[in-house]
């Protein structure tokens, strides 16, 4: 592997070179060869004992020089001037085959400038549910970091108790975050914003280095970038979490996958998080939370938009006007997707007809990711294959009373049914990474070190949109007792 490091130009004030602190006894959980196979054939031929050593820590290619990145950000709304990479290393840049660049950093690999009262590593349990969710989204067509190998370390962390630790090696189109800039800014050092934002215009926004004015420019492909991403979760069920400015991507990725879940039953203010006890980043505040974190991200670049500061604040406002018109019509095109409808439609009025589905499956419990899956396989003239999708409803009549007027709505698209089910099937996956799922793989590592569940867990997420034989475990909700009401984080 061989690694560049264009982010070392950008100056000390950015980062603190760090080597990961070598653990004792790695041993190689999963290394993603097809991610692999993204990189020149080198990596792909790494041996075993390469593998374990490199994505451990214990072997830091001569190209690289690791370092932990220098950031800030709002946590559930207090700013906090410095958090940096606590348990996160940065190994570099490495090119693809087709001459993309990405970012790699280790991650749980140890403290660091950054790491404050934390020991830098993480549990097995993170690791584990991180590697499992990055490339669940990434399967599900959600702009993510990827996972490129996970490792046990052989060592023990202290949480509440004793927990085998873990590193995961993940990729990324950038590790720069809203709270990167937001660093900078507080500490009003105009220069290195410019830098920052320069630097990011040509990793990840080369297309906007010659217009007239590139920061503002940036905003506004943020803004974009974002809203899309943020529909896209609503679209999947997804909640983040923690969407504070510090786990924000500047690219537009799924970011830090901290204590996220995918929801079963759909209610519109699920929150899983131990931690968001308010409900911040519930799935219902998502957007608007989307819109808070790219404001602060617009506060940041005022300087460097206008040197008229009233000025660059009507350019910033115009540019933020523009992220809930975004959202609204991904979200429409994104949600009629899901139902079969074209753009034919009156788009109020199938506006209207999602929001009533989304109100009866909230109060008729229904699972989220069943009902879209089930209703990609109605016909329009019969209704002999509804029962399985009414059986998700407590009241089976409150859909069946949808289902009349989402026939009426289809007619305008006079698609065939085979037409409308294969669009829809492309679209409604089978399998999300249910979070008892995740839980109970992360209970068999932690406890009996056995991987077999996280294997198959994995590979059932590998193929979200086809139905997979012997697999129905996989596919249904949990069973009351199964249900996770809280996830954590990996600290
Ligand atoms: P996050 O959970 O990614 O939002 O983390 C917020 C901040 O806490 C970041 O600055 C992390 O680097 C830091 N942090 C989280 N966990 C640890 C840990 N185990 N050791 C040191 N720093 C940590
Ligand atoms: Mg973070």
Redesign the pocket.
């Known amino acids: 592997m061989i690694f560049n490091n264009r982010y070392l130009n950008l100056g000390e004030e950015f980062y603190h070179k760090t080597p990961p602190v070598p653990v004792l006894n790695p041993n190689l959980i999963i290394f993603n060869h097809d991610l692999a196979a993204e990189f020149p054939a080198s990596l792909s031929k790494l041996d075993h004992q390469t593998l374990v050593e490199l994505f451990s820590g214990n072997l830091i290619p001569d190209s690289s020089i690791p370092l932990a990145m220098a ?1 800030a ?1 709002h ?1 559930f709304g207090q700013f ?1 001037p410095q ?6 290393i940065y190994l570099g840049e490495l090119e693809r085959r087709d001459g993309s660049v990405v970012d790699v950093q280790l991650k ?1 690999s140890g ?2 400038r ?9 549990a097995l349990g993170p690791v584990l549910r991180e590697y499992l969710v990055s490339e669940a989204m990434f399967k599900l067509k959600v702009p993510t970091t990827r996972a490129l190998a996970a490792v046990t370390t052989g060592e023990q ?1 202290i949480r509440e108790q004793l927990i085998p630790g873990g590193v995961i090696t993940r990729v990324a189109s950038s590790f720069i975050r809203v709270g990167s800039f937001q660093y900078f800014a507080a500490q009003q050092n105009i220069e290195a914003l410019e830098k920052l934002s320069h630097y990011v215009i040509e990793r990840n926004y080369p297309e906007l280095q010659h217009t007239d004015s590139p920061h503002l420019a940036l905003l506004a492909s943020v803004v974009t970038r974002q809203a899309k991403l943020i529909a896209q979760w609503m679209q999947v069920g997804f909640i983040h979490g ?1 969407m ?1 400015t ?2 924000m991507s500047i690219a537009g990725e799924t970011i ?1 996958y ?1 204590p996220c879940a995918f929801m079963d039953t759909y209610r519109h203010k699920q929150v899983y998080s131990y931690i968001d006890s308010m409900g911040r980043y519930a799935y219902s505040n998502q957007p608007k939370i989307g819109l808070w974190n790219l404001t602060r991200l617009a506060e940041t670049l005022l300087p460097l938009i206008n040197d008229d500061i009233d000025e660059a604040v009507e350019m910033a406002k115009d540019v933020l006007g523009n992220y809930m018109e975004i959202y609204d019509d991904a979200w429409l095109q994104g949600m009629r997707g899901k139902c079969g409808l074209s753009e034919k439609g009156d788009s109020e009025a199938d506006r209207a007809l999602l929001q009533e589905l989304f109100n009866i499956m909230a109060q008729n419990k229904a699972d989220f990711t069943l009902t879209f899956y089930y209703l990609s396989q109605l016909n329009l003239l019969s209704n002999e294959k509804d029962e399985q999708l009414k059986n998700l409803f407590v009241d089976p009549q409150a859909i069946e009373k949808w289902l009349v007027k989402w026939r009426e709505r289809l007619i305008l698209d006079s698609l065939s049914d085979e037409e409308r089910q294969s669009q829809m099937l492309s679209l409604n996956p089978v399998y999300i990474p249910r979070n008892h799922q995740i839980e109970m793989a992360i209970r068999a590592a932690e406890d009996n070190d056995d991987f077999e569940p996280f294997h198959a867990l994995h590979e059932v997420l590998q193929k979200p949109f086809d139905y997979q034989p012997g697999k129905d475990s996989y596919m249904r909700p949990p069973r009351p007792e199964e249900e996770i009401e809280n996830t954590f ?3």
């Open positions: 950031y950000g946590q906090n958090l940096g990479d606590g348990r996160a749980g403290r660091t950054f790491s404050r009262s934390g020991d830098g590593r993480s962390v923690v504070n510090d786990n830090d901290g984080c990996g600290t």
